[in-house]
């Protein structure tokens, strides 16, 4: 037996900050399927409720609050955290990302954990040419301002504990897979859509963290994405032509900034916090983000289930 088959049989206690939301849930499931006691931080209990009935221990609170977080990683060999969303305003990715993350690190036990493994993402890389390759390695060079908070947490987490970063791509998978904004046909390729995107299935996003909690050391970076990079648009004219709806209008970058201005706005008096079109979200939409793999498969074993989206899409159209 090698001391990686012996990892995987040994029941370990985790905390999953951001349990309930999409990845949150995928991985909270996948780890109480291998055996693992698992407590789960949510900040709507309802949300919570279903896990808890699969066995997670059910907890209440908000990385911004504290208060909330204490006692909550105790007795915790691993923290996973993923909270973080791409579509949230500088202020609100700080408050996550950066005073979130102290929040956390403050309420720790540190006497306990082995890893505290956290979802990233490629915003760090700000906007890499036409013609490069992204790998762990590559330079950071953030443009935006989630890129900019996203390097500050990083750099907080490697300082303060154990952390592994997982960079992660465009998830997708069953609920997420823009299908229904191509019926309704309110989706729009910015700038044509002539740049390079990467993506990953949410199940293999879960087994990239749990290899990570299994195998990866301390400090390590990795990029979540699979094997096949592919050009926005067309990724959508093979979308599209599966399920007999229309590629998506082209919307210029600038007007999609006017946009999300004007939808902020509108939101803003009507009590509302969150709008699509914010930096981030352009910024993630219209990067060139040709994300190469070799790393979780060499170091971490990973064999993805959906290699490409072509696979990951005729399961979700079954």
Request: aromatic letters at 8%; one cysteine or more.
């Given at each position: 037996?090698?001391?990686?088959?012996?990892?995987?049989?040994?029941?370990?206690?985790i905390?999953?900050?951001?349990?309930?939301?999409?990845?949150?849930?995928?991985?909270?499931?996948?780890?109480?399927?291998?055996?693992?006691?698992?407590?789960?931080?949510?900040?709507?209990?309802?949300?919570?409720?279903?896990?808890?009935?699969?066995?997670?221990?059910?907890?209440?609170?908000?990385?911004?609050?504290?208060?909330?977080?204490?006692?909550?990683?105790?007795?915790?060999e691993?923290?996973?955290?993923?909270?973080?969303?791409?579509?949230?305003?500088?202020?609100?990715?700080?408050?996550?990302?950066?005073?979130?993350?102290?929040?956390?690190?403050?309420?720790?036990?540190?006497?306990?954990?082995?890893?505290?493994?956290?979802?990233?993402?490629?915003?760090?890389?700000?906007?890499?040419?036409?013609?490069?390759?992204?790998?762990?390695?590559?330079?950071?060079?953030?443009?935006?301002?989630?890129?900019?908070?996203?390097?500050d947490?990083?750099?907080?987490?490697?300082?303060?504990?154990?952390?592994?970063?997982?960079?992660?791509?465009?998830?997708?998978?069953?609920?997420?897979?823009?299908?229904?904004?191509?019926?309704?046909?309110?989706?729009?390729?910015?700038?044509?859509g002539?740049?390079?995107?990467?993506?990953?299935?949410?199940?293999?996003?879960?087994?990239?963290?749990?290899?990570a909690?299994?195998?990866?050391?301390?400090?390590?970076v990795?990029?979540?994405?699979d094997?096949?990079?592919?050009?926005?648009?067309?990724?959508?004219?093979?979308?599209?032509?599966?399920?007999?709806?229309?590629?998506?209008?082209?919307?210029?970058?600038?007007?999609?900034?006017?946009?999300?201005?004007?939808g902020?706005?509108?939101?803003?008096?009507?009590?509302?916090?969150?709008?699509?079109?914010?930096?981030?979200?352009?910024?993630?939409?219209?990067?060139n983000?040709?994300?190469?793999n070799?790393?979780?498969?060499?170091?971490?074993?990973?064999?993805?289930?959906?290699?490409?989206?072509?696979e990951?899409?005729?399961?979700?159209?079954?």
């Amino acid at each position: 037996m090698t001391l990686c088959d012996f990892t995987l049989l040994v029941e370990m206690n985790i905390l999953v900050l951001g349990a309930n939301g999409y990845t949150g849930l995928h991985l909270v499931k996948a780890l109480l399927e291998r055996g693992h006691a698992v407590r789960g931080l949510v900040r709507d209990v309802e949300r919570g409720i279903a896990l808890e009935k699969l066995g997670m221990d059910l907890r209440v609170g908000d990385v911004r609050d504290e208060a909330s977080l204490r006692n909550v990683a105790d007795d915790c060999e691993i923290i996973f955290n993923v909270v973080a969303s791409c579509r949230i305003e500088p202020s609100e990715a700080k408050a996550i990302l950066l005073e979130g993350a102290r929040s956390i690190f403050r309420n720790v036990d540190r006497a306990v954990l082995k890893k505290y493994i956290w979802c990233s993402n490629v915003s760090v890389y700000g906007y890499p040419k036409m013609k490069e390759r992204v790998t762990e390695t590559s330079a950071l060079k953030p443009a935006y301002a989630l890129g900019k908070i996203t390097v500050d947490a990083e750099k907080l987490a490697s300082e303060s504990l154990p952390a592994i970063a997982v960079r992660v791509a465009s998830v997708y998978g069953k609920g997420r897979d823009f299908i229904l904004g191509l019926k309704e046909n309110r989706l729009r390729l910015l700038n044509g859509g002539e740049n390079w995107q990467s993506r990953i299935h949410v199940e293999d996003l879960v087994q990239v963290l749990i290899a990570a909690m299994e195998r990866a050391n301390a400090g390590s970076v990795y990029l979540a994405a699979d094997d096949l990079p592919v050009i926005q648009r067309k990724f959508f004219e093979e979308i599209c032509a599966a399920t007999g709806t229309t590629v998506p209008l082209n919307l210029e970058v600038n007007a999609a900034r006017a946009f999300g201005v004007f939808g902020r706005a509108m939101n803003s008096l009507g009590g509302e916090q969150r709008y699509q079109l914010s930096e981030s979200v352009i910024g993630l939409l219209t990067g060139n983000y040709f994300c190469l793999n070799d790393k979780i498969k060499n170091e971490l074993g990973v064999v993805l289930r959906y290699p490409t989206f072509r696979e990951g899409y005729k399961e979700i159209l079954k």
